[in-house]
């Protein structure tokens, strides 16, 4: 490889490469201006500002009169439209941007933005008459009835040929009246909170060691554990790192959600604004899904798949710890424009054109940036998994015998390896669009739209069933154990799994239903979407067989199995109405869609790992938790999570709009949201508050158990996998190569006939040591 770089031909390619990208323009130049231009300029005509370009704002008046309205002249000097040679059918153009107040064009000249901006006009590039030949425009505004207002003005001086070869542009800013004072974004204080608050747990982590023993406490103590935990390839390791940095997240997102309830908490409340609003809502969709639930999923994959499968360790194990490290670098582009005040503002989703506009904060460049890493972190993970399940099996594990949280580990691996190239994809153009000036998603210079929410939603809908398959996978294990059973319905089980994994690729449609769809597509769709219910109620019906047929014993883990199978079941129920063209139209955009939606990632997703927490956590550590603080975690997260968001059913029904960060009781006769609206998103608010408080009992359960919890022996609950072989906590390797655990099948019998399911799988370790001596 060194070599083929030395290569003077391989050099002199690169060279005309490098020169290519520098001199070819980055976009196409239009006649008509575009909105959003006054945060990234007018980047079409050139990358950054130009001295040579001066712009000129006449009219301003030196003392304000509310609501009076003044005419503006805009015009520049400088530049190539001032040359000899310079084609007087495009010589410039402007956009001008106010804070307050209203711009208004008075005459063919100028046009109006969405955003309330105003730019110069025109129908082609060889356009003459109507804006893009001029170098003096006039528009009018309105002032504000109080304050003051920030004019933002940008001219760019062009040349004609219709690219931006050769263009330059600059930039003015202008104050009228009183100016309101500058206030830290409530996100960034938020963020330095959270800091803060990492910080202190790492003061605290000291604190421990040092009370272990104050006598001999010593940094070189204390630094050996700590290197060798963050710079460790083995399984359990990196398993560990990636439990806490998804716990840690989890509780920074539940934060997010804090700051924006209290804000929807009564009608017309101004606890944030309308910017703050949108950063909030995004950090929170995004954290919670890709920096908190990806990771746990991940957390308990590295812990539980070699011990269930009997591996030593991952196939790849460096490759395992590059794929962690990767997400905090992810968190902190992620999170970086923050402290800027400019975090993304996109929402999770972060649709297009929005995205790639200038309206948007310039932190959402550095939120790609972060998705992009995570892109990258899930495909070296697939690949490590899906490498371990092929080649690290224990001898006589065919794969119909692996169990079942391995089985819903190796699909939504597949289902991840297949759809987040798409994800990847739409994020590079993204970037590209926002750094280099491509024009893969800007309506005005060719592109498509609608192209991302194809690319997002082939991801973004598996992406479901990525995160909820493992959460299955917990709920197969805990109830099995539970129930003194191996679970009913093996094979079946097995295939509803892979159907879903199938299934899950064709329907993502229903999410555009609202975008022009064609109704036979809309059709198709809808049958899709209702067919992934199929091997969905398999899998309930399987798992109220498999209580139904043994003995449950409640444990904590118990608990939360038995909750995952309500709340998860009522949100598949919720999700039926969305296949439904005419339901979907009606509830598309209210909190139907949020209810449903946090009903199957809560009450789904987070109630499964919550299950296998405390399943699991005995094996890990080596302690068993305190059953008595489990259960009052379960009573209080179960009622106030349903609390939460059980009432958004009926504020999505009554029609109030999900993504706005506010509301009004009103009785319009078109739109009306009636008095009860108030009382509910009272309760919604002081219900999440609640949830949120329950978790820190889980915190303090784990942090308590692990620290003084009783012994725990190898196989705590009578589990059947291989986990339950090896001694607890696991010994590194997994299990010994000397003696790996093998498969051997017997015949159950029943009374002294045949068992009714068959031949099942019994599991046991041929001689000599059982892995480890009981505590």
Known sequence: MLNSIKNPRFIAILAILLLAVAVAPSAQSYPTGISGAQDGGCSCHGQSASSEVVPSLEGLPDELDA???????????????????????????????????????????????????????????????QGNDQRLWQVEWTAPMDGGAKFILHTNSVNGDGTNGGDMWGRLTADVGPQP???????????????????????????????????????????????????????KKVGSLYMVN?????????????????????????????????????????????LAAMPMIAGFANWIVPLQIGAQDLALPRLNALAFWLNPAAALLIFAGIFSGQGADTGWTGYAPYIVSHTAHSGATLWVAGQIL?????????????????????????????PLFSWSMLIATLML????????????????????????????AGGDPLLWSHLFWYFGHPEVYVVVLPAFGVISEVLSTSARRTIFGYKSMVFALAGIGIVGFIVYGHHMFTSG??????????????????????????????MHGGSLVY?????????????????????????????????????????????????????????????????????????????????????????????????GIQGMPRR???????????????????DWNMMITVAAFMFFASNLILVYNMISSGLRGQKAPSDPWGGWSMEWLVSSPPPTPSHDPSNLPVMKFAEIHDEGEPGFFGRLIQWMMIPEDDGGEEE
């Not at 996100?187 to 000291?206: E, H, K, N, W």
């Not at 798409?422 to 998603?441: E, K, M, N, P, S």
């Not at 904590?556 to 199978?565: D, K, R």
């Not at 706005?660 to 108030?678: G, S």
């Open 67 to 129: 609501g009076a309205t003044y005419t503006l002249n805009i015009s520049f000097t400088g530049g190539p439209s001032f040359a000899e040679n310079t084609d007087p059918a495009a010589l410039g153009g402007f956009h001008l941007w106010v804070s307050d107040g209203t711009l208004t064009p008075v005459d063919d000249k100028t046009q109006s933005n969405s955003d309330g901006s105003v730019t110069h006009n025109g129908i082609d590039k060889t356009d003459s008459g």
């Open 246 to 290: 998804g716990l840690f997240f989890l509780g920074v997102g539940g934060l997010f959600a804090l700051i924006f309830r209290v804000q929807l908490a009564s009608p017309g409340n101004d606890f944030l604004t309308q910017d703050e609003y949108n950063q909030f809502f995004t950090m929170h969709g995004t954290t919670m899904i890709f």
């Open 374 to 402: 995570i892109v990258a972190s899930s495909t070296i993970s697939g690949i490590n998994f899906m490498t371990t399940f092929c080649t690290m099996r224990a001898p006589g594990m065919g794969w119909m015998q692996m």
């Open 181 to 235: 004072a500058e206030q830290a974004s409530g996100l960034t204080v938020l963020a330095s909170a959270i800091l803060l608050m990492v910080m202190i747990t790492l003061g605290c982590l000291i604190w421990v060691f040092y009370r272990r023993d104050p006598d001999s406490f010593a940094w070189d103590r204390f630094w050996p554990w700590f290197s060798d935990f963050i710079t460790s390839t083995d399984h």
């Open 555 to 651: 444990r904590t883990h118990t608990l939360w199995a038995l909750g995952f199978l309500v709340t998860f079941t009522l949100g598949g129920i919720s999700g039926m109405y969305f296949p439904a063209v005419a339901m979907d139209l009606h509830l598309h955009e209210t909190y139907f869609v949020v209810a449903h939606f946090h009903y199957v990632f809560v009450g789904g997703i987070v109630f499964g790992l919550y299950s296998g927490i405390y399943y699991w956590f005995p094996k890990a550590t080596g302690r068993m938790m305190n059953e008595k603080v489990g259960i009052l975690h379960f009573m209080t997260g179960f009622i106030s999570y349903n609390l939460i968001f059980w009432p958004m059913h009926r504020l």
């Open 517 to 546: 769809m064609s109704p036979i597509l809309r059709f198709v769709t809808m049958l899709t979407t209702m067919l992934v219910a199929v091997p969905t109620g398999i899998k309930i019906f399987n798992w109220l067989q498999t």
């Open 660 to 678: 706005q960060h506010t509301y009004f009781i009103t009785t319009d006769e078109y739109f009306a949201l009636p008095p009860e609206t108030a």
């Open 417 to 444: 390896f297949i759809s987040i190239p798409a994800f990847g994809i739409g994020l590079v153009q993204v970037l590209l669009d926002r750094t280099i000036g491509t024009v893969f998603y800007e309506v005005a």
